[in-house]
């Protein structure tokens, strides 16, 4: 996401006599690459959401008190 990390892309040349050879060039990820990461990582984290998770904990009652006959 930084940008830290460098892709390798292989690039063939061609000499002008029917022939080519393979170079490898590194080179820093795209921007989009970056950005779509970013997203990610904050849906992961849950980053950009103004909802709260709220557990409810609903009371129980219990009725054990004794009856009183005298």
């Known amino acids: 996401m930084r940008g830290q ?26 921007t989009s690459d970056r950005t779509k990461a970013a997203k990610l990582l904050g849906k992961r ?9 709220v557990e409810n904990i609903t009371p129980e009652l219990i009725e054990d008190v004794p009856d009183d006959d005298d």
């Not at 892709?7 to 795209?30: A, Q, Y």
């Not at 984290?45 to 998770?53: A, F, R, S």
């Open 45 to 53: 984290y849950v980053m950009w959401t103004d909802k709260n998770q």
């Open 5 to 30: 990390v460098t892709d390798e892309h292989l690039l063939v040349i061609g000499d002008g006599d029917f022939g080519s050879e393979v170079e490898r060039h590194n080179k820093r990820s795209d």
